[in-house]
């Protein structure tokens, strides 16, 4: 089994950063790419940012130029740097990666979410 867990949440003014942070542990084998996803209340969970192990990344239109995703192979983290902030970046942040454990195949794993509140 694997396990996300995120960290880095909170609250913070319009213009403001925050850095949300994921640790992948469990008996891990392998770990394939590794992303950030967010979620109103009674929306679809949207795509946020994206990394593949050789460090390509990914980013949903409306954070291009804002947000910077990163990982440590090493540890099994990925972060997601978040700058000039918007009220509309209002959300909770879901972990995602596509891992697999010794003799396992390869299965999606989510994190519990982590809130970010933006305030104009």
């Known amino acids: 089994q694997v396990q996300l867990v995120e960290s880095g949440g909170g609250w913070v003014q319009a213009g403001g950063s925050l850095r949300l942070s994921c640790v992948a542990s469990?008996?891990?084998?392998?770990?394939?790419?590794m992303g950030w996803y967010r979620q109103a209340p009674g929306k679809q969970r949207e795509l946020v940012a994206t990394?593949?192990?050789?460090?390509?990344?990914n980013y949903a239109d409306s954070v291009k130029g804002r947000f910077t995703i990163s990982r440590d192979n090493a540890k099994n983290t990925v972060y997601l740097q978040m700058n000039s902030l918007k009220a509309e970046d209002t959300d909770i942040y879901y972990c995602h990666t596509e891992g697999r454990t010794y003799g396992g195949v390869w299965t999606d794993y989510w994190g519990q979410g982590t809130q970010v509140t933006v305030s104009s």
């Open positions: 469990g008996s891990i084998s392998s770990i394939n790419a």
């Open positions: 990394i593949t192990s050789g460090g390509r990344s």
